[in-house]
Each structure stands twice: as C-alpha cells, then as structure tokens.
C-alpha cells in the first residue's frame, strides 16, 4: 500500500508542478532555466519558498544519498537530475518506493506506518491542503496543462509497469 501511495503523490506532484512549466518549455532547456531561476526571485513569497525548499533539499538529498549507498540502491544518481529538472516533489516519492523495494530486497523490515492519530491527522492536512492548493492553480491556469497531454499518456504504461505487489509482500530473509 506504501508504494502505491508514493507513485500516487509522485504522478500529483508531477502534474501539479509540471503543468507551471508551460511559460518555460517554449524557451528551451537553456533559456526556460534562466528565465525560471530570474522568477523565483520575482517577489518575496517565491523568494522564501525556493529558499525554503533548496535548503530542504540539501538535508534531504544528503539522506537519500547515503540512505542508498547503505542499501546498495542501483540507479540513485538520476534523483538528482530528476530533481532538479523535473520536481524534488515528484522525485522524492520515487526514491522512497525504491527505498522499499531495497528495503525488502536486504529483508529489512519497513516502518510500520503507524503515525498515531495526531500524525495522521497532520498527514491528511498537509495532504488537502497540498491538493487543494494544485488544483486552484491548475484551475486557474487549466491550459498549462495541455503540455503534458502525451507525457502522461506515456506516464500511464510506467505506472501500470510498477509491480505493487512487491511492495505489499512481507521482506524474505536471506
């Protein structure tokens, strides 16, 4: 259940975020990242979150580098480049699915995911809170999402392809 829930909040944060991109793919690769990193300093609530987010990002990557160097994880490298030309927020539950399956490879058990009934109270805030915030953007701009038409077409075969059974079977001792 924990996988699929990861590939859920990656295929929402890659909508959300990847239907904003719009303004910058007409720009090439070059030219849209100029002109993305000169937005972000375009008033002092972008400022603050790109702040924000890059120093959690350092903290972050910074677990998720030895966290798959201690599990052995193949393919770690390409989070970084994901992260950053893509979405932290798309890439980050991709690596805590490959973080299970690492997990159950090396049979180690998974946290339980027992967050008490504060936690999950928090946990479904953030989360309404989080869609709710997407979808008035991508009302509000509801052609930014015209771009991503195909990619998520294409997106459709990688998520049927993802074996969530893997995810839901107990770890087998080695």
């Known amino acids: 259940m924990r996988c699929i829930l990861y590939a859920l909040i990656a295929l929402a944060a890659f909508i959300s975020v990847g239907a904003q991109l719009k303004p910058y793919l007409a720009l090439g690769i070059v030219g849209g990242n100029v002109q993305f990193w000169q937005d972000t300093m375009s008033s002092a609530a972008s400022r603050f979150i790109t702040i924000d987010i890059m120093f959690v990002f350092l903290v972050v990557w910074w677990w998720m580098l030895t966290e798959a160097r201690r599990l052995k994880m193949r393919g770690y490298g390409w989070y970084f480049p994901a992260s950053l030309l893509i979405a932290f927020s798309a890439a980050l539950p991709l690596f805590m699915l490959h973080r299970e399956l690492a ?61 969530a059974t893997a995810c839901a079977s107990p770890p087998t001792g080695n």
């Open 103 to 163: 997990l159950q490879r090396h049979g180690e058990a998974t946290v339980s995911g027992d967050t008490g009934w504060a936690g999950t109270l928090s946990l479904v805030l953030v989360a309404a809170v989080a869609l709710a915030y997407s979808w008035i953007a991508l009302a509000t701009h509801a052609s930014l999402l015209v771009p991503l038409a195909k990619p998520l077409q294409q997106l459709d075969l990688v998520i049927f392809a993802i074996d």
